[in-house]
């Protein structure tokens, strides 16, 4: 089925993002899981973005209050496997130790991006599941090799 | 408590695990987990909260001293890294009660930074898991629960579960993975330049770290295991 198949693909490449978070969280009882706490990341993040834009948009930059904003994102990225925003976060932690204004603000902006790009593929994997799940059919499940 | 009715007729106690962490995603993700691995979960934001759960917060010295029922856990796993009382202070206050300092104590932490390790392992932790945590992570966790358990009930409560933070390590069993350890997905704080252009930064680790936008799903689990590797070389 060629939506099947997108979807495999899909999640071929989700997989180098969430690690397995579909296989092991994920089952027939609890088939929103993963939607949830995507869910949840997306809510948290959303109010740390702002939060960090207003932050570094300040006269006086407070960097411990950033660090912390940060640190949390980093391990909510973490969390659902969102590698490469966890990855701007450490970088972003370090810009923050040094106080950098203009480097952090490069940062966030790299972190806004890759938190849309998360989102985007995120929403287009759920949208394909949907329509198999409408056309009848069954979502493949990956195999695992590690 | 759920009863689960086992085969021969004896019954066993599902076992309780309080979950403490101040990320709501986390708190999803670890409740998931350990539902998933069979066990009855309570999950709290705040080290606070847990010991107003136990029944060893400020307001109480002993939760014998009156009518209050503190919660009933076999297992406590926390956050190291929260707002007002840390993971650690949390594993602190444990310890130091005479009625709790049984229960086990696994610290999580995003940061794997060995002198935290070290001290939450001095402190009486049972293990400490490298997060994100994984479903192996609480599958081995299981381990010390039932150990406790069966400590706990046969003899007369006087002993902690396991003999405490080091000898919970010499009891583990390694875990079967195998690959690229996890400095490379998570690397400590002191590290630099993540861009994909950068090269390997030299770092403690034993093996170079490939870029991490390329990092192999599969990480070792636990920095104790990184702790034993690392002291062969």
Not at chain 1, 31 to 49: A, M, R, T, Y
Request: proline share 4%; charged share 25%; glycine share 6%.
């Amino acid at each position: 089925m060629e939506v099947g198949h997108q979807v495999g693909q899909m999640q071929r490449q989700w997989l180098d993002y969430t690690r397995s978070l579909f296989i092991e969280l994920q089952d027939d009882n609890n088939p929103d899981f993963v939607v949830e706490v995507v869910s949840l990341f997306f809510q948290d993040s959303h109010k740390l973005l702002n939060d960090l834009t207003i932050a570094l948009d300040q006269k006086s930059v407070d960097f411990k209050k950033i660090d912390a904003h940060v640190h949390q994102l980093k391990g909510s990225s973490s969390s659902i496997g969102a590698q490469r925003v966890k990855n701007c976060c450490i970088a972003f932690r370090n810009f923050c130790e040094e106080q950098n204004t203009d480097a952090c603000l490069k940062c966030l902006h790299q972190v806004k991006q890759e938190c849309c790009l998360v989102k985007n593929k995120l929403e287009t994997l759920f949208r394909l599941e949907q329509q198999i799940m409408a056309a009848g059919g069954s979502i493949p499940m990956m195999e695992l090799s590690f | 408590m759920n009863r689960v009715m086992e085969r021969d007729g004896v019954v066993s106690e599902q076992v309780h695990v309080l979950a403490v962490d101040d990320s709501l995603v986390d708190r999803k993700v670890i409740e998931r987990l350990l539902k998933i691995s069979a066990c009855k979960v309570t999950v709290v934001d705040s080290g606070i909260s847990a010991l107003q759960l136990l029944g060893l917060d400020e307001q109480r010295t002993t939760s014998e001293s009156d009518d209050f029922v503190g919660l009933k856990v076999d297992l406590i796993i926390t956050d190291y890294c929260m707002p007002g009382m840390t993971g650690y202070d949390l594993l602190k206050k444990i310890k130091g009660s005479s009625t709790f300092r049984e229960i086990p104590v696994v610290i999580m932490s995003s940061e794997n930074i060995l002198p935290r390790i070290d001290r939450c392992l001095e402190e009486g932790a049972k293990d400490f898991i490298v997060k994100p945590v994984k479903l192996s992570d609480v599958k081995r966790l299981k381990n010390y629960m039932s150990t406790a358990t069966r400590e706990v009930s046969a003899a007369a409560g006087g002993f902690g579960g396991g003999g405490g933070g080091g000898g919970g390590i010499n009891k583990r069993k390694l875990s079967d993975t195998s690959t690229v350890d996890d400095m490379s997905s998570s690397p400590p704080s002191i590290s630099p330049s993540i861009t994909p252009s950068s090269s390997s930064s030299p770092s403690d680790s034993s093996s170079p770290s490939p870029s991490p936008l390329s990092s192999p799903i599969r990480a070792l689990d636990s920095p104790i295991r990184r702790l034993k590797m690392s002291s062969a070389d």
